[in-house]
């Protein structure tokens, strides 16, 4: 099978998420990486992605000029990766999809539910696939959560309990260090901090698992740092459209936590837990029976949990290997596409811009109820009310 091309703006040297990305890409030998614009410095960027293998005419200096740069070329990527700063996702998903290219946007989509409404939009007329990065939805044992409720096993679900919290703006006597500030001050990062940061990875994960959108929360939202403006910590209570309640508390002061995202679900029938940090097992405790614990890679699970392993039982799968999974339903959802088939649908599960939109309308929700005392606020985008 011939690989697909793929290209990535943004993931410069030294950036958080860059090489998670040319991981999860380069796993499983579906995409070839052709081309990139991955630094806000031109000349680092070009550099950068000749030393990753880069030709030296795809290796661009800014998005722009890779935009018309792979638009003029036969053999054009087929996906483009968009990981920058948060406030570039809108213009940059924007220009690519309407040129033609298939989209893998980072999270936050956009920094307003208007923008997030047009992109889902533009991706809807121009017929190109505009994918989010929920990577943490690629575990294969979220996706075995996912098939579970989907199935029944658990009854109707009546609570789900997402957390992200972790410790790493805590330090008061650090707060005014630039690469952290910035994160706090609305001009940059919009009207929320740590919910819009991580929260929404813990609510995508929530709602891809029970299969329901959120409706309705509210939020107490709290500055535990006097100095900043918007929030380190956030407890929101949720209400989603198939009658489930969410709890989901996301904090980046929790000292002592790590990364901290976990799930719990509990239905008519019994409860699952998992822990983004213990990835491998999922701990199962049906109504009335002995706790168990399933492990990644074992026999009998669902397909979709099948289909997203890779490294035989006992041996770790960690952070970019979900990436994989994510980048593993786009090559299938991008062949299916150029084929003109229907798409395996164990594969079909990668985060949308629906589910980016989603997201951003949470946020400003999440941001006008901490404002109001909590006060109970709908949280879905006004083109899906
Ligand atoms: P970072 O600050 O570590 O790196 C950003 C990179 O983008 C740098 O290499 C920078 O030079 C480059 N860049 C900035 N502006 C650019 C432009 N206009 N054109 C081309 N390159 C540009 O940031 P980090 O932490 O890697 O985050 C990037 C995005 O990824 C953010 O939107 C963040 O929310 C998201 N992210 C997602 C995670 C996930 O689990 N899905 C985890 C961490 C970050």
């Known amino acids: 099978m011939t690989k697909l091309k793929w290209g990535m703006i ?23 990486f052709c081309a990139g614009a991955l630094d806000h410095r031109p000349d680092a960027g070009r550099a950068y992605g000749q030393t990753l293998g880069l030709a030296a005419d795809r ?34 998903t924007k220009a690519f999809l309407e040129a033609g290219f298939h989209v893998l946007c980072e999270k936050p989509m956009t920094m307003t539910v208007e923008e997030g409404e047009e992109i889902v939009r533009i991706a809807k007329s121009s017929g190109r696939i505009c994918a989010v990065n929920y ?30 919290a972790h410790g790493h703006h805590a330090d008061a006597a650090d707060a005014d260090n630039p690469r952290v500030r910035w994160r706090y001050d609305p001009a940059q990062a919009g009207v929320s901090a740590q919910f819009a940061d991580c929260g929404i990875h813990a609510l995508h994960m ?36 198939g009658g489930a309640v969410g709890r989901l508390w996301t904090s980046s002061i929790a000292i002592g936590r790590q990364h901290g995202l976990t799930l719990q679900v509990f239905g008519e029938k019994g409860g699952l837990r998992w822990a983004q940090e213990q990835p491998n097992q999922l701990y199962w405790m049906p109504l009335g029976e002995r706790l168990l614990v399933i492990e990644r890679g074992e026999a009998g699970l669902s397909p979709e949990a099948d289909r997203t392993t890779r490294v035989t039982i006992g041996h770790a799968e960690g952070m970019p290997l979900a990436f994989a999974n994510i980048y593993s339903d786009l090559a299938e959802a991008i062949r299916a596409a150029k084929d003109g088939r229907p798409m395996d649908p ?30 109970w606020t709908d949280a879905r985008p006004p083109m899906f009310r």
């Open 59 to 92: 290796s661009y200096g800014d998005w722009q000029e890779m935009l018309a740069g792979e638009r003029a070329r036969e053999d054009r990527v087929d996906l483009v990766t968009v990981a920058t700063p948060n406030a570039t996702h809108f213009e940059i």
């Open 135 to 164: 990577g943490y939805s690629g575990y294969s044992l979220v996706r075995h959560m996912r098939a579970m409720v989907a199935r029944g096993d658990l009854g109707a679900i009546r609570l789900v309990k997402a957390e992200f």
């Open 10 to 32: 943004g993931g410069g040297e030294g950036s958080q998420i860059g090489p998670a990305h040319r991981l999860g890409a380069g796993l499983d030998g579906a995409f070839e």
């Open 346 to 375: 164990a594969a079909d599960l990668y985060p949308r811009a629906e589910d980016g939109l989603r997201s951003m309308a949470a946020v400003f929700a999440v941001a006008e109820s901490g404002k109001a005392d909590g006060q």
């Open 206 to 241: 929530a709602s891809f698992v029970i299969g329901q959108e959120l409706k309705s929360l509210s939020a107490d939202t709290v500055s535990c740092i006097a100095s900043r403006e918007l929030e380190d910590d956030a407890m929101v209570n949720m209400r989603f459209d």
